[in-house]
């Protein structure tokens, strides 16, 4: 298959192979407002998370909380928000956990996917990819 589009990695992306990160929009509520951060590209993680410092400045406030199962086995539990999300120009309401303040922001797999994208770690960047809609079998309507 080949790639409909590519986003290039930030610039002071780690060198380390599959590890890299991207530029995204982080908007508030109403969308009025967006702050840029660097994104670790980790689909390890089911969700985004950014530092809770930045969502509360944009006026987010915690919707629940749920817990998560960390990289070294520890079980934690995290408020989450519905946040608007930008990347290379498209904006998707996704869901955003409240991270440690000052930690680095994480691009999740569930806003990757609702943007139609995949990690390319050789190439270190981003890929268009075909959204699925597939069903078992045929659909008869009458």
């Not at 089911?46 to 079980?75: N, Q």
Request: some cysteine; proline content about 5%; charged content about 30%.
């Amino acid at each position: 298959m080949a790639k409909e589009k590519t986003l290039r990695r930030h610039p002071h992306a780690r060198e380390k192979m599959g590890t890299f990160t991207v530029l995204l929009g982080i908007g508030s509520p109403d969308r009025q407002s967006f702050r840029e951060v660097e994104a670790l590209v980790d689909t390890g993680a089911t969700f985004t998370c950014v530092p809770e410092d930045l969502l509360r400045e944009l006026g987010h406030l915690p919707l629940g909380s749920e817990r998560f199962e960390m990289a070294d086995g520890r079980i934690v539990e995290r408020e989450l928000t519905e946040a608007p999300v930008r990347i290379d120009g498209k904006t998707r309401t996704t869901t955003c956990i409240f991270g440690d303040e000052g930690s680095t922001a994480l691009l999740g797999t569930v806003t990757l996917e609702q943007f139609l994208l995949a990690p390319d770690p050789v190439h270190q960047e981003l890929v268009s990819v075909r959204g699925l809609a597939m069903m078992a079998g045929r659909v008869k309507t009458d």
